[in-house]
């Protein structure tokens, strides 16, 4: 591989920024911060851009919505993997980890036999991809039927993070039947008398819930991949996944999960659309006050991969952080939950997996990617300059 010199860029390192700085990456790997007139086989020339770690998404299941944009119409999976690799090379995500939920045969895509057809249709693609695609199995707890089957995709290594997760009515995500039979009609087409079906039946499902969960998360810590919970809602819960082993909290519900999981040794992933709307779509904590707090330790696209860098840098518009330290929610913060020493900063030796921002207005927009030094995404915004945390941003991120 060729090497290839960043020149005139704002840099932004764990714990300052560099101005008019460079970056000199050599054979995939950072080889040098701020060297002066490096030889290499190609310079880029990056002024009035900024210069942060490569994107890591430990959630986010966009990849559903490019195999089945309509309910009921599915694409040819191996097409909607391309395209969602794509997706993320634009949005500055070098280690995406595509959400897949295993949960019988509820609706769609969201069926085990689907869900498992893209986990392979992930891997095999693989050698061709812009990113560094991961995936990330979504086990829900009411499902007997996947336990086998996701027991084979750990086993094939198909499987980079596991979660476990219950969206049975009155817990959770969906705390009232209510809420619950709502969604069900307004995503998915159900009529009322069939969300209510669906729910009887989720409920019926929950025996024998925590044996197959202990099976699961056994056969995931055995294999070395990392497990989340997800939607804690109680201190309980969080005291009984981190029983369970499980290694970071999705979603809290509220700000009191978010301190438990948090004061036991627990990352929390927070939602980066959270943050630009400031509520969450659930009526659950916003993730603003997760952050002010100091509970919030990642942030994840969930299902719209360009929230992410805009999310950190409102932040650092919006709260105490430094740019740094907003951007470690989704560098740093995430490749350490996941046990990925390799990436996630500004460092010699790391994987150059790289993103150059620009201010496009108000807007922070990524116009350059690299995926261990291979440049993966590149365009031009004839007005930009190095996006900063800046006063255009302000009102973004609700008070």
């Excluded at 009609?185 to 079906?197: C, F, V």
């Excluded at 900063?345 to 994987?351: C, E, P």
Aim: with cysteine.
């Amino acid at each position: 591989m060729t090497s290839t010199y960043l020149t005139h860029a704002r840099v932004v390192l764990s714990d300052r920024v560099l101005e008019d700085s460079a970056v000199l990456i050599d054979d995939g790997i950072i080889a040098a911060i701020a060297p002066d007139g490096a030889a290499a086989d190609r310079e880029i020339d990056l002024r009035g851009l900024t210069l942060a770690p490569g994107l890591i998404d430990l959630h986010c299941d966009a990849i559903e919505k490019e195999a089945e944009p309509r309910s009921k119409v599915l694409f040819p999976l191996d097409f909607a993997v391309a395209q969602v690799d794509r997706r993320n090379a634009a949005a500055g995500i070098t280690t995406p980890y595509h959400a897949l939920s295993f949960a019988n045969s509820e609706w769609g895509v969201r069926n085990n036999e689907t869900a498992a057809q893209v986990v392979r249709g992930v891997r095999a693609f693989r050698q061709h991809s812009l990113v560094d695609n991961r995936v990330h199995c979504r086990y829900e707890v009411t499902d007997a039927a996947s336990v086998p089957l996701l027991r084979a995709l750990m086993d094939e290594g198909a499987v980079d993070l596991l979660s476990v997760m219950d969206h049975s009515p009155g817990q959770g995500q969906f705390k009232t039947l209510e809420s619950y039979l709502q969604y069900m009609i307004g995503n998915h087409a159900m009529s009322r008398e069939q969300a209510e079906a669906a729910a009887h039946a989720k409920t019926r499902a929950k025996d024998g819930a925590v044996q197959r969960v202990e099976t699961l998360l056994a056969h995931a810590h055995g294999l070395g991949i990392p497990t989340a919970s997800h939607d804690d809602d109680s201190i309980h819960r969080i005291a009984t996944m981190r029983n369970l082993g499980v290694s970071m909290s999705e979603f809290p519900i509220t700000l009191d999960t978010a301190r438990a999981a948090v004061s036991c040794g627990l990352p929390t992933i927070l939602g980066a659309p959270n943050v630009l709307r400031g509520k969450s779509q659930s009526g659950s904590m916003r993730a603003i006050d997760a952050i002010r707090a100091g509970v919030a330790s990642c942030l994840c696209s969930d299902y719209q991969p360009s929230t992410l860098i805009a999310a950190a840098f409102a932040l650092a518009a919006q709260t105490e952080l430094t740019l740094p330290q907003a951007l470690a929610l989704v560098t740093a913060n995430p490749a350490d939950a996941c046990g990925l020493s390799d990436r996630g900063r500004i460092a010699v030796g790391l994987r150059a997996d790289l993103v150059a921002v620009a201010q496009v207005g108000a807007l922070p927009l990524i116009s350059h990617t690299w995926s261990a030094g291979r440049l993966v995404f590149s365009t031009h915004y004839p007005s930009a300059r190095a996006a900063e945390p800046a006063a255009e941003a302000r009102g973004r991120v609700a008070a």
